[in-house]
């Protein structure tokens, strides 16, 4: 009996450490085009690539002083990296979810 619970201690613990420990991160930013919102506001889009591969797209506002996940202006920040993090993490949400629904 104490083998067994050994043993399934064991796999539990082999398990967690197969868990990543980090978030995906941003790899780089490259610069995009200048797009016009519907309410006439210029502003730009940017491809991020992130370390799981996948791209995703955050737009700057008002001359690069606000940064937002996506191209409208729901989630920002004045940090450019910080929603460059934002939208990679969302990625692998978006990744995992995807892979779950199959």
Not at 8 to 32: E, K, N, Y
Not at 53 to 58: F, H, K, P, Q, S
Not at 86 to 102: F, G, P, T
Request: charged residues 20%; proline residues 2%; aromatic residues 4%.
């Amino acid at each position: 009996m104490k083998i067994a619970i050994k043993s399934a201690l064991m796999t539990f613990c082999i398990t967690l450490l197969a868990i990543p420990a980090h978030a995906v991160q941003p790899v780089s930013i490259s610069s995009g085009k200048l797009l016009t919102a519907d309410n006439g506001t210029t502003y730009r889009s940017h491809t991020v690539n992130c370390s799981n591969n996948a791209n995703v797209t955050i737009s700057s506002w008002r001359s690069s002083h606000k940064w937002c996940v996506g191209q409208d202006e729901g989630r920002c920040s004045v940090r450019r990296t910080k929603m460059a993090k934002i939208a990679c993490n969302e990625s692998l949400w978006r990744d995992n979810s995807a892979v779950s629904q199959k």
